[in-house]
Structures are given as C-alpha cells and as structure tokens.
T-cell receptor, first 110, second 114 residues
Framework: EDQVTQSPEALRLQEGESSSLNCSYTVSGLRGLFWYRQDPGKGPEFLFTLYSAGEEKEKERLKATLTKKESFLHITAPKPEDSATYLCAVMSGANSKLTFGKGITLSVRP | KAGVTQTPRYLIKTRGQQVTLSCSPISGHRSVSWYQQTPGQGLQFLFEYFSETQRNKGNFPGRFSGRQFSNSRSEMNVSTLELGDSALYLC?????????????FGNGTRLTVT
C-alpha cells in the first residue's frame, strides 16, 4: 500500500527566511508525485507534478525536487501570502487515485 | 475556464439520515474523484468515476456510493449517516488519461452530522 509522510507537521518562518518541506513516500510503481497548496476553507490547489528522480520544477518562490524516496518543496524568501497547508500526494497503478500525506502547515510572519 | 463546482457548500444532517452531494467537473474532464478530508485522517480516497463507470474504490463502507452522468457530472450519496461522517467532502476532476494529469479540486461540501 502506498504511504506518504510529510514533515514537519507545522513550520513557522519569518518573512524572507528560506526553508524546505519534506515528503517521504513508499509506492509501487510511481506514476507521479504531486504538490498542492490548501488555504483554509478551500480545496487543494495544484502546484507541481514530478515524474522521475532528479526532476525539478519551479514556480515563483517555490521549487519542487524529487528523489527515489522523497520530495522537497523549497520556499525561497517566503512572504506572508505563502502561509497555507502544503500537501504532497503520490499516484501509482493504472488509475487516478492519489494517496496524500497529512500536510505541512506553513505560517510566514511579516 | 470554470473550475470544479460543488454544491451545496454546507450541510447539516442528523444521524440516520442520508445525503447527496453534487459535483460539476471542469469542462472536458472525464474523470471525477471524491475524497473525504478530516483533521485526524487527512485526505482519503473514496472513489473515482470515468465515463460513467466506477474505476476505483477506497476503503469506505457501502453506505458511501456515487455515480457519474453522461455529462461527467457526479453525485455522491451517504446513507444512514453517522457522527464520524462529519467532514469536508472534496470532488476533483482530471482528464483521466494515462498522462498522469493532475487532479483539480473543488472547494468542497462541509458536512456536519449531529
């Protein structure tokens, strides 16, 4: 069974203080690893898909990387508007089912 | 392009009742999935429909069921509600092809069972 573990559970940063969020996974036949952002009262918003080890993707202050066992979401010089819960999920097998981690709640103080 | 639309946004039901939630996917998306989100368990997969057929099912009791219509719209039904069914129910749509297309989520229906 696919498993996803995210750490830390919560992270508090000062504005401009860069950091990384970790996602460890165990899956048989990875088809894709996904990062989502979720704001309170809203559904998850898609950020990135990574398909194979060594792949990297960037969007504004966010950069996602992938190895064979884990993925990192690097946040460079974060701003208060980056405060949200960041979810990692994996897809395997022949269907579109996602297995999610419990998420990392990020708070960025001005 | 309109996103995934879920109705209603909030529901309050009593134990033992049943409830139907509705989801309209992004235009052109043929796959619709449902997830339950709770503080303790996070996001858990309920089921996926593709072209009106259930393609995959999670580990939930038979009280949870769904269906998809020919226009890709989907409904989810929960019968004999229990207190533990209180959660945010999220619908997601995707192209549903083998290109690992990402899921796009709606803002969910918040169900409270009293």
């Amino acid at each position: 069974e696919d498993q996803v573990t995210q750490s830390p559970e919560a992270l508090r940063l000062q504005e401009g203080e860069s950091s990384s969020l970790n996602c460890s996974y165990t899956v048989s036949g990875l088809r894709g690893l996904f990062w989502y952002r979720q704001d309170p009262g809203k559904g998850p918003e898609f950020l990135f898909t990574l398909y194979s080890a060594g792949e990297e993707k960037e969007k504004e202050r966010l950069k996602a990387t992938l190895t064979k066992k884990e993925s990192f979401l690097h946040i460079t010089a974060p701003k208060p508007e980056d405060s949200a819960t960041y979810l990692c999920a994996v897809m395997s097998g022949a269907n579109s089912k996602l297995t999610f981690g419990k998420g990392i709640t990020l708070s960025v103080r001005p | 392009k309109a996103g995934v639309t879920q109705t209603p946004r909030y529901l309050i039901k009593t134990r033992g009742q049943q409830v139907t939630l509705s989801c309209s996917p992004i235009s052109g998306h043929r796959s619709v999935s449902w997830y339950q989100q709770t503080p303790g368990q996070g996001l858990q997969f309920l089921f996926e429909y593709f072209s009106e057929t259930q393609r995959n099912k999670g580990n939930f009791p038979g009280r949870f069921s769904g269906r998809q219509f020919s226009n890709s719209r989907s409904e989810m039904n929960v019968s004999t509600l229990e207190l533990g069914d209180s959660a945010l129910y999220l619908c997601a749509s995707s192209l549903g092809t083998v290109d690992n297309s990402p899921l796009h989520f709606g803002n969910g229906t918040r169900l409270t069972v009293t």
